[in-house]
């Protein structure tokens, strides 16, 4: 085989890439420093191993498509792969090449970039992402989900429940005379007991199929998935009990000296053409009507 001179010799080993010769069949026949520390060995070490050696398994099919490429166009990549590093752990690099023919024979020259850095960098993007994305669907205040994330969810399980034919209920809660809470204790106070008001729907819901969020102001909302009428208005009752039993002083109020709530329940059990906005507006009737009727209690109904 055609030597290097001692200037391209330089080159090849000196350049923070990895570069590497093989026969057509995976045989490495020449590589640099830079290549051999991919794979945590020395270039002698390396040289004794197939390209193949040092490629996970799971890559067969890319690597098949990679010398299609090759054998109809010449080159192949750029593309991303793992190779097997010493110590077993898996090494990120993304490879291109070429054929190329030495004294009447043909070979294949690589050039491989460690990219760990990189996916570490993605990975971590991503990660922070989806942090964003979470907070983006929680309350700032209380903690619990949002009104994006009630949208976003009832919207889901409403077609989930038409599809299994399965009911869904709908508890929307609002916090008696709240307003002249606010005005008798003040907005920090009233922060506060949104937050009291908040954790405490958390704690009674028992499910991770069940959502409970703050729909605006001092209004909550659960959406049941898989709920009857009469489980979804028991569950209710707990929430309003569970409330009472807080003890959150309220000396405005004129139902009682504590905290209370009034709620309207509803449960779809036969959905036809409907959108999911029919049960929110079903079950913002029946809070009106709890409310109406005398708060600290709650009205419901089976569609």
């Not at 703050?214 to 489980?231: A, H, Q």
């Amino acid at each position: 085989m055609k030597r290097l001179s001692k200037y391209e010799r330089l080159l090849f080993e000196k350049t923070v890439i990895g570069l590497a010769l093989c026969r057509m069949n995976g045989d490495l026949v020449d590589v640099n420093s830079a290549y051999s520390a991919l794979i945590g060995r020395s270039v002698e070490e390396t040289l004794t191993l197939s390209y193949w050696e040092i490629t996970p398994e799971k890559y067969a099919l890319q690597e098949l498509s990679q010398l299609e490429s090759l054998e109809k166009t010449g080159k192949y990549g750029p593309y991303e792969k793992e190779y097997i590093h010493a110590d077993g752990h898996f090494v990120p690099v993304r490879l291109s090449g070429q054929s190329v023919e030495i004294d009447g024979e043909q070979y294949i020259w690589s050039s491989v970039e460690d990219i760990t850095e990189r996916k570490q960098a993605e990975e971590e993007l991503a990660l922070l992402y989806k942090e964003v994305e979470q907070l983006s669907l929680l309350d700032g205040l209380t903690g619990i989900s949002n009104r994006r994330m009630f949208d976003q969810t009832l919207d889901r399980e409403w077609e989930r429940a038409k599809r299994n034919k399965s009911p869904l209920s709908l508890i929307m809660l609002d916090i008696d005379f709240f307003k002249e809470y606010n005005d008798y204790y003040g907005h920090t106070q009233g922060d506060e007991c949104l937050k009291q008001v908040a954790k405490t729907l958390r704690e009674v819901s028992k499910r991770t199929i069940d959502l409970v969020g703050r729909y605006g102001g001092e209004e909550f909302v659960f959406i049941l998935p898989e709920t009857s009428e009469t489980n979804a208005r028991h569950f209710a009752e707990q929430c309003l009990s569970a409330i009472k039993q807080q003890k959150l002083p309220h000396i405005p109020s004129t139902i009682a000296e504590v905290i209370t709530v009034s709620a309207g329940v509803c449960t779809f059990i036969s959905f036809g053409e409907t959108q999911s906005s029919a049960l929110i507006e079903c079950a913002d009737k029946l809070l009106y009507q709890a409310k109406k009727n005398g708060r600290n209690r709650l009205e419901y109904q089976q569609e």
